[in-house]
Every structure is written in C-alpha cells, then in structure tokens.
C-alpha cells in the first residue's frame, strides 16, 4: 500500500545555512516521487520529481532530492537557504496501476530565520 | 501563458446551499483534478477526470459532484450534503496519466467558508 510520511511537519533554519526535508514512502510498485512548494493562499508548484531514471534530481530554485530506495527515503536538500524558500512543502508518491493513486505528504512548513 | 484560473477565491456558503467552483485550464492537458486542503494535512482527492466525459471518485468524494463536458473545465459542485465544506479547495491539471504518472499543474485554490 502506497504512503508517504513526512517527518517534520516544521523546520526552522537561518538564511544562508543548509535545508533538509526529510520524506519516506512506501509503494508497492515503481512510484514515482515529487517534491511540491505552497506559498500561502496560493496553488502547488513543482519543484522536482523522480521517474526511474538518475537517483539524484536537481529542481527549481537550487533544490534536489537523492531516491534512496534502500532507505525508501526521498530527502529534499538545498546548500544555502534564502529567505524567498519559506514556504510548505509536500513530498508525494503516485503510481498507475490500472488506476490513478496519488498519496501526499501532511507537509513540512520551513521557516527562514534572517 | 498558459495556466489553470481557479474562481472564485473566496467562496462563502449559506446552510442548505449548494456553490459550484470553476476551474479552467488553456494547457490543452487531457487529465483534471480537484482537491480538498485542510490544515495540517495534505491534499485528498476528491474526484478527478482523464477525459472528457468521464470522471472517477477520489477518497473523499461524499457530498461533492462534477462535470467534464469540455476538456478545459471541470466545475466541482459542493453540496448540501458536505456537512463540513470549510477548505482550501485547489483544481489541478496534468498530460493523462496513461501516459507515465506525471506531475500535476495547479491553480491558486478557492477557499470556502460557511456563514
């Protein structure tokens, strides 16, 4: 059964220091996995996705994330946060198997402190 | 450019009304979707459309009902029946899911809220 877990549902972190937001899933077959942001009051963006091909994904706006599927962990990282990256962010699974799943993550809400 | 619009932005609801919320895309994307938002908790899909003509139940789709008579809209009507309508509503569109899952397209939500 597909799943997703989030495991901080906030992280706080200064300007121009490293960003690690952690996700872990579960699917029965070969998911594919994204990492979405949420500005407040405002629709989801896609920052990247992995569809089988290179285990590390490189995003939009200097955000990547490494498919570890030992681990079953999709992280999604960023060397030097900026303040502008203070959002909600949703790591989600889909998979078509027949029929259309998709399963997202509670969310993790990152503060940026100056 | 293209996109999805989402209206209203702000919804309010009488006791016993149905609302209807308009989402339209110009991204000529076969697949549509809408889901509920509420906070702390990630998005539910409450129903979605691969094609024209033809929509399936998500896993909240009680007390809702939609429409895909043209590929561009997909109105998503809330009804009496959703005794808690208050959400962030958000459409989303994406290529048909056929095709490899892929990612989804969202316009800026409409929040609902109950008089």
């Known amino acids: 059964a597909q799943s997703v877990t989030q495991l901080d549902s906030h992280v706080s972190v200064s300007e121009g220091t490293p960003v690690l937001l952690r996700c872990n899933y579960s699917?029965?077959?070969?998911?594919?996995l994204f990492w979405y942001v949420q500005h407040p009051n405002k629709g989801l963006q896609l920052l990247l996705k992995?569809?089988?091909?290179?285990?590390l994904v490189k995003g939009i706006n200097g955000f990547e994330a490494e498919f570890k599927k030992s681990e079953t962990s999709f992280h999604l990282t960023k060397p030097s946060a900026h303040m502008s990256d203070a959002a909600e962010y949703f790591c989600v699974v889909s998979e078509y198997t027949g029929g259309f799943k998709t399963i997202f993550g509670a969310g993790t809400r990152l503060f940026v402190k100056a | 450019d293209g996109g999805i619009t989402q209206s209203p932005k702000y919804l309010f609801r009488k006791e016993g009304q149905n609302v209807t919320l308009s989402c339209e895309q110009n991204?000529?994307?076969?697949?549509m979707y809408w889901y509920r938002q509420d906070p702390g908790q990630g998005l539910r899909l409450i129903y979605y459309?691969?094609?024209?003509?033809?929509?399936q139940k998500g896993d909240i789709a009680e007390g809702y009902s939609v429409s895909r008579e043209k590929k561009e809209s997909f109105p998503l009507t809330v009804t009496s029946a959703q005794k808690n309508p208050t959400a962030f509503y958000l459409c989303a569109s994406s290529i048909a899911s056929g095709q490899g899952v892929q990612p989804q397209h969202f316009g800026d939500g409409t929040r609902l809220s109950i008089l």
């Open positions: 459309s691969q094609i024209v003509n033809d929509f």
């Open positions: 991204l000529n994307h076969d697949a």
């Open positions: 699917s029965s077959y070969s998911p594919s």
């Open positions: 992995y569809t089988s091909a290179a285990t």
